[in-house]
Protein backbone atom coordinates (compact mmCIF):
# COMPACT_ATOMS: atom_id res chain seq x y z
CA UNK A 1 0.00 0.00 0.00
CA UNK A 2 2.32 2.84 1.18
CA UNK A 3 4.56 1.29 -2.60
CA UNK A 4 1.19 3.16 -4.46
CA UNK A 5 1.14 5.61 -2.34
CA UNK A 6 4.82 6.83 -3.01
CA UNK A 7 3.79 5.75 -6.74
CA UNK A 8 0.93 8.58 -6.53
CA UNK A 9 3.12 10.89 -5.00
CA UNK A 10 5.72 10.81 -7.92
CA UNK A 11 2.97 10.82 -10.61
CA UNK A 12 1.08 13.96 -9.02
CA UNK A 13 5.01 15.85 -8.51
CA UNK A 14 5.65 14.97 -11.99
CA UNK A 15 2.32 16.20 -13.31
CA UNK A 16 3.22 19.26 -11.27
CA UNK A 17 6.54 20.03 -12.87
CA UNK A 18 5.27 19.34 -16.62
CA UNK A 19 2.54 21.21 -15.87
CA UNK A 20 4.87 24.51 -14.90
CA UNK A 21 7.35 23.59 -17.41
CA UNK A 22 4.52 23.83 -20.07
CA UNK A 23 3.32 27.45 -18.52
CA UNK A 24 7.20 28.87 -18.82
CA UNK A 25 7.52 27.23 -21.97
CA UNK A 26 7.89 30.03 -24.98
CA UNK A 27 7.66 27.48 -27.98
CA UNK A 28 4.42 26.30 -28.99
CA UNK A 29 5.60 22.74 -29.45
CA UNK A 30 7.23 22.18 -25.86
CA UNK A 31 4.35 23.98 -24.36
CA UNK A 32 1.90 21.45 -25.70
CA UNK A 33 4.34 18.90 -25.31
CA UNK A 34 4.54 19.46 -21.17
CA UNK A 35 0.84 20.14 -21.09
CA UNK A 36 -0.18 16.66 -22.98
CA UNK A 37 2.72 15.03 -20.68
CA UNK A 38 0.97 16.80 -17.18
CA UNK A 39 -2.71 15.81 -18.26
CA UNK A 40 -1.29 12.05 -19.13
CA UNK A 41 0.23 11.70 -15.37
CA UNK A 42 -2.76 13.54 -14.13
CA UNK A 43 -4.56 10.59 -15.72
CA UNK A 44 -2.38 8.08 -14.16
CA UNK A 45 -2.27 9.22 -10.38
CA UNK A 46 -5.98 9.24 -10.99
CA UNK A 47 -6.01 5.54 -11.80
CA UNK A 48 -3.36 4.92 -8.85
CA UNK A 49 -5.66 6.74 -6.45
CA UNK A 50 -8.65 4.45 -7.99
CA UNK A 51 -6.50 1.05 -7.32
CA UNK A 52 -5.53 2.83 -3.78
CA UNK A 53 -9.28 3.09 -3.21
CA UNK A 54 -10.28 -0.34 -4.42
CA UNK A 55 -7.80 -1.66 -2.17
CA UNK A 56 -8.24 -0.35 1.07
CA UNK A 57 -12.17 -1.02 0.10
CA UNK A 58 -11.45 -4.56 -0.35
CA UNK A 59 -9.46 -4.67 2.99
CA UNK A 60 -11.99 -3.05 4.87
CA UNK A 61 -14.59 -5.61 3.46
CA UNK A 62 -12.98 -8.57 4.54
CA UNK A 63 -12.06 -7.33 7.90
CA UNK A 64 -15.28 -6.60 8.36
CA UNK A 65 -16.91 -9.84 7.43
CA UNK A 66 -14.07 -11.23 9.55
CA UNK A 67 -15.12 -9.51 12.44
CA UNK A 68 -19.32 -9.72 11.69
CA UNK A 69 -18.26 -13.35 11.74
CA UNK A 70 -16.42 -13.38 15.36
CA UNK A 71 -18.89 -11.52 16.71
CA UNK A 72 -21.36 -13.84 15.07
CA UNK A 73 -20.15 -17.04 16.45
CA UNK A 74 -18.86 -15.04 19.94
CA UNK A 75 -23.36 -14.77 20.00
CA UNK A 76 -24.55 -17.65 19.34
CA UNK A 77 -22.20 -19.16 22.16
CA UNK A 78 -23.60 -16.65 24.69
CA UNK A 79 -26.88 -17.17 23.87
CA UNK A 80 -26.64 -20.88 24.91
CA UNK A 81 -24.96 -19.76 27.98
CA UNK A 82 -28.39 -17.43 29.18
CA UNK A 83 -31.42 -18.66 30.92
CA UNK A 84 -34.94 -16.90 31.21
CA UNK A 85 -35.77 -16.06 34.28
CA UNK A 86 -39.66 -16.30 35.72
CA UNK A 87 -39.74 -12.58 35.61
CA UNK A 88 -38.92 -13.05 31.58
CA UNK A 89 -35.67 -11.56 32.18
CA UNK A 90 -32.80 -12.50 30.32
CA UNK A 91 -30.22 -13.91 32.97
CA UNK A 92 -26.74 -15.29 32.45
CA UNK A 93 -23.98 -17.06 34.67
CA UNK A 94 -20.88 -14.61 34.12
CA UNK A 95 -18.83 -17.73 34.99
CA UNK A 96 -20.58 -19.67 32.09
CA UNK A 97 -19.67 -16.88 29.55
CA UNK A 98 -16.37 -16.25 30.16
CA UNK A 99 -16.17 -20.07 30.14
CA UNK A 100 -17.61 -20.06 26.98
CA UNK A 101 -15.53 -17.60 25.21
CA UNK A 102 -12.15 -18.45 26.19
CA UNK A 103 -13.22 -22.11 24.67
Given at each position: ???L???????R?D??????IS???????K?E?????A?H?????SE??H?I?????S????????H????S???S????????????K???????V?A????
Amino acid sequence: MKDLQKHLKKLRTDAAECKLISDLATGLEKRELFARLADHLSVLASEVEHAISAKVSSTETKQRRSHDAQGSALGSRQRHLCEIDEAGKLTHDFASVVAGIVD
